[in-house]
């Protein structure tokens, strides 16, 4: 086996040469992005347009860079489509769209493993666990509007901000399932091999909402998701559970004619299938908002403040409602005229009193779905 | 015969002895003996380099943060947690699956691969196929499962055509749990086989069937005596590649399986990316190191494997 | 095992390739008949396999024609969206290149290697083997972690190397630089591919007589050996370049923009487009794949060892 030793020797070596040399490597990853001269410096620490020289002084810096990173803003996801073609439209900015199926915990995989590149993220939009837990990754910015927005749904530094929610639904085609008017339907022989959750509860932020939506609609509460995978464990044994991904390409083909997703991703189904309705039930009215959140490292810190300025604006702000998505300004918008009418008379009708999880209750929920949801759906 | 004589390109020693058996390389010039192993291996030097660079240094970070926990601080529990019972369930039915598909992709795959090779070589039968072949066997992901939900699917093609004119019913939860893998992996696993044992078939001279049969052997005969002892090692070595192949594929299993973590690289998925359980990443990295042993004892059977069947065989 | 000849002389073209009709003489009948029964069975088993394989992709198709709601008529209209996403064409020839880079520098680090071991250091073997399964032992998604840190200190060398030499900033960016962790994906597939071919034919004889005749190394190599491993090599590229048509995780995780990612991200749109350009990109692999072949084949036309019937 000396041949194979000494092979094996010629690689290790090799590679410990490597990676001497990868350490001693010129640390000039700053220097590679020529982003960061005046303008550019002021605005990576800068925590509010003003600071920056006003709005103007921000979109001059943002031309500058040329270039935006966001990442995991798939099209259909909210209108986001039409919220980077109006942005690169109104500022002439590119916008490079990375990795659109990526979940939350993607976007911070990212710009960690991406940090000091040119590619790496600019701006995040997380679900609220994931953006709670990885504060130190965000650079702290206020938009404008920073005051139109609740105290509760952002952080007082602007660490991070809400940007958009719904609320929980069920979605349904309405020619190949009779209407659903309450969550027990579901159990019904009618809806055999019909059911479908959009992922898995342990994985993504979206399926946890609709078991914890089970759950209050049979008698749990926010702090106990049990009644929710009792419910799902029922489903499956009674068959009309479908455990496969839903997806725009499913639900068109008919494998999966009734989801639980939030009601804005939802109502995009109607493209597909014209007869397609969202239910909101009235015991169970859970809401959940998304944030967004700068990156401290971002390539292009100007263009990146400039995104959340556009986002927060009126403009922003209704291209968010015409995705069916609630825009976190709504209520002030409403006030002074400024919201989109049509598109807000276009959102599904609720009634009720909403709900919003809590970070301990979001805690308590995931425990329980960890050691209990496997074997309930399996 | 030697090459002693020849002079010796840059960086290739003329080596002696190179009618010696493999693996003992003497009898030669001693003069030149002690340096000739040394000097041979550096041959072997820029594929180990860059393999270092770019695969075992990856694999080495991933493996060395197995060992650490959320705050870089050296653990044992990741791999700990690998003792499981749901760890090791899901170890076994990732080992199932890929044995599974392995054995019947290569089977039919083998199959394909002998109707290609015994056509004609400059045909448009064999281009199509193989092209067919290489496209087929890197498909996956969420469109293959999608293509055989569409077929036979709740409302597949297949199901409502047998519903409604011939009034079967398929039952088809089954597409959504291992059954369903097992036949979706197929579907890449045959075109895989085809395109790397299909050299082997081509290998077999139309001379070494006449000889047979000049010699009075029969068609057992040649297949006994020649062709599957040629055969049996690329086959085998197909084999191990479409079990790899379907031990770490897992795109399509997530299209197809969204509830639970099934099979391992699911798991990895799940500790890695999830955003509900956060805190997992060190986690997936131990599975991942798992299934790198799983790996490489599956390596040691088959290398004990072959040398079993080349004596039984010889 | 004294039986007549002509009886136990089952037809040499029963079981090779390419000496249909080689055979003459009395007998013709017999051989015709188990040639014909030989057909029978191919053709049986190429009708079954293809049924299995053309029904689920017709079947895609058939869903990326459906038009919106019960009763639509079929339409194109997916298929025509996909001409109009204006950065598919910069990921198409970027995935074509990263293609072509990946087989060259895939075979050239290979085919070399793989015979030097077999001539020289047969003890390495196993250890080769074992490293070329390794890229596919480890998903995609936990490489990504080990990956992340060289591809830093690549662009960060690729940066510093164009700001001090004046090239395009955009050298530190461009996904063509993915070819480098793409070699090492193919390894399993082309080595195994290249394997088989070797190992149906003698190396060793080949490289000694070539050697003995006075050939260096090089001509050894390029003339000897890679002319006689044609078929193996063309499949080992066929599999690359599929690979590397189809690679999505790695891509998507680095953020770059290859096909794959394009068309994720185009099938965001909408139902139909999603599985439209799925199925295109499928068709485009093909094609680009018999293209392939034509290539491969003229090459091998080249007169190599003696007595080599291709």
């Known amino acids: 086996m000396t041949t194979f030793l000494r092979g094996v020797r010629a690689g290790i070596a090799i590679g410990a040469m490597v990676l001497v040399a990868a350490c001693s490597a010129p640390s000039s990853n700053s220097s590679g992005n020529s982003s960061s001269s005046g303008g550019g410096k002021a605005a990576a620490s800068a925590t509010s347009a003003t600071e920056v020289g006003g709005l103007d002084a921000l979109i001059a810096a943002a031309k500058k860079e040329g270039k935006l990173n966001v990442i995991a803003l798939p099209p259909d996801w909210a209108n986001y489509g039409a919220l980077i073609d109006g942005f690169k439209a109104k500022y002439g900015i590119t916008v490079d769209s990375a990795n659109p199926n990526g979940s939350s915990q993607d976007e911070v995989n990212a710009v960690k493993q991406q940090k000091g590149t040119d590619r790496a993220p600019d701006v995040l939009d997380l679900g609220m666990a994931v953006a709670l837990a990885n504060k130190d990754l965000f650079a702290p910015y206020k938009v404008s509007t920073w005051a139109d927005i609740p105290d509760s749904q952002k952080e007082s530094t602007g660490l991070w901000f809400q940007d958009y929610g719904g609320y929980m639904s069920i979605g349904y085609d309405s020619s190949k399932v009779p209407a659903i008017t309450a969550v027990a339907d579901l159990l019904k022989p009618e809806y055999k091999n019909k059911v479908a959750l959009n992922g898995d509860p342990t994985q993504a932020n979206a399926a946890l909402n609709g078991v914890m939506m089970a759950s209050l609609a049979n008698g749990g509460s926010l702090g106990d998701i049990s009644k929710g995978v009792d419910f799902f464990k029922q489903l499956k044994q009674s068959g009309n559970f479908v455990p496969v991904q839903a997806t725009t390409a499913t639900v068109k083909n008919g494998t999966t004619p009734v989801v639980f997703d939030w009601d804005y991703l939802s109502a995009a189904h109607g493209k597909d299938v014209p007869t397609w309705k969202v239910f909101v039930p009235s015991n169970a009215v859970l809401g959940g908002y998304y944030a967004q959140a700068v990156n401290k490292d971002a390539p292009h810190p100007a263009a990146a403040r400039l995104w959340e300025e556009y986002l927060y604006s009126n403009e922003g702000q209704n291209l968010w409602l015409k995705g069916g998505a609630r825009p976190v300004r709504m209520d002030v918008m409403t006030k002074s005229g400024k919201i989109d009418a049509t598109a807000a008379a276009a959102l599904p009708p609720v009634t009720g009193t909403p709900v919003f999880l809590s970070p301990d209750q979001a805690t308590a929920a995931k425990a329980y779905l960890a050691t209990n949801w496997a074997k309930a759906i399996g | ?314 | 095992m004294t039986s007549e000849p002509l009886q136990r002389a089952e037809p040499a073209t029963l079981t090779v390739p390419g000496s249909e009709g080689a055979t003459a003489g009395p007998g013709r009948g017999l051989h015709a008949r188990q040639r014909l029964r030989l057909n029978v069975f191919r053709y049986l088993v190429l009708a079954m396999l293809g049924l299995f394989f053309l029904v689920p992709i017709g079947a895609l198709t058939e869903f990326s024609t459906r038009g919106v709601g019960l009763s639509a008529p079929r339409t194109l209209e997916y298929w025509q969206q996909i001409g109009t996403y204006s950065d598919l064409v910069s990921a198409i020839t970027a995935s074509l290149e990263l293609a072509a880079l990946t087989v060259a520098f895939g075979l050239l680090l290979l085919v070399p290697t793989m015979v030097w071991v077999r001539l020289r250091l047969p003890r390495l073997a196993r250890t080769v083997e074992f490293l070329c399964l390794l890229p596919l032992t480890i998903p995609a998604i936990a490489l990504v972690v080990g990956l992340a840190p060289i591809y830093r200190w690549l662009d960060g060398w690729l940066a510093w190397y164009s700001h001090r030499y004046g090239l395009p900033s955009g050298l530190a960016d461009t996904p063509l630089q993915l070819f480098l962790v793409y070699v090492v994906l193919v390894l399993p597939y082309t080595f195994r591919a290249i394997d088989t071919g070797l190992a149906a034919i003698d190396v060793r004889t080949l490289s000694e007589a070539a050697r003995s005749l006075g050939a260096g190394w090089p001509t050894v190599m390029f003339r000897v050996i890679v002319p006689n491993i044609g078929a193996a090599l063309l499949n080992a590229a066929l599999l690359s370049v599929a690979l590397v048509l189809g690679e999505y995780t790695i891509a998507s995780l680095l953020n770059f923009q290859t096909i794959q990612v394009a068309v994720v991200m185009l099938g965001r749109a909408n139902a139909g487009v999603s599985i439209a350009v799925s199925d295109a990109a499928l068709m485009f692999g093909f094609v680009l794949l018999v293209a392939l072949s034509f290539v491969g084949r003229r090459r091998r036309r080249r007169p190599a060892a003696p007595a080599e019937e291709e």
């Open chain 2, 1 to 314: 015969m030697s090459d002693e004589a020849v002079t010796a390109d840059a960086g290739r020693p003329a080596a002696g002895g190179a009618t010696g058996t493999p693996g003992t390389d003497t009898g030669g010039r001693p003069v030149r003996g002690g340096r000739r192993l040394s000097l041979a291996w550096l041959g072997s030097v820029p594929f180990l380099a860059y393999v270092a660079v770019f695969l075992l240094l990856p694999t080495a970070i991933v493996c060395l943060q197995a060992f650490t926990d959320a705050h870089n601080r050296p653990t044992l529990a990741n791999v700990r947690a690998l003792g499981e019972d749901y760890v090791i369930a899901s170890f076994t039915r990732s080992i199932l699956l890929s044995a599974t598909t392995a054995l019947t992709g290569a089977l039919l795959g083998g199959l394909l691969a002998y109707v290609i090779a015994t056509g004609n070589p400059k045909g448009m039968l064999r281009r199509l196929t193989t092209a067919a072949c290489g496209v087929l066997a890197q498909f996956g992901g969420v469109t293959l499962a999608f293509a055989f939900i569409a077929t036979i699917g709740g409302e597949g093609l297949m199901t409502v055509f047998l519903r409604d004119a011939v009034g079967i019913n398929l039952e088809t939860g089954w597409l959504f749990d291992m059954p369903g893998l097992i036949l979706v992996y197929t579907y890449f696993q045959i075109p895989l086989m085809v395109l790397v044992f299909l050299p082997a078939l081509d290998g077999i001279r139309p001379q070494w069937r006449e000889a047979t049969s000049t010699l009075g052997g029969t068609t057992w005969d040649y297949w006994r005596h020649v062709a599957v002892p040629l055969l049996t090692p690329p086959f085998l070595g197909a084999m191990l590649l479409l079990f790899a192949n379907a031990f770490s594929a897992y795109a399509t299993a997530a299209a197809l399986v969204s509830q639970g973590s099934i099979i391992v690289p699911l798991q990895i998925r799940t500790a890695l990316t999830s955003e509900v359980v956060l805190g997992q990443e060190n986690f997936g990295k131990a599975l991942a190191l798992g299934m790198i042993v799983v790996v490489a004892v599956v390596m040691t059977l088959y290398s004990w494997f072959q040398r079993r069947t080349a004596r039984w065989l010889r």
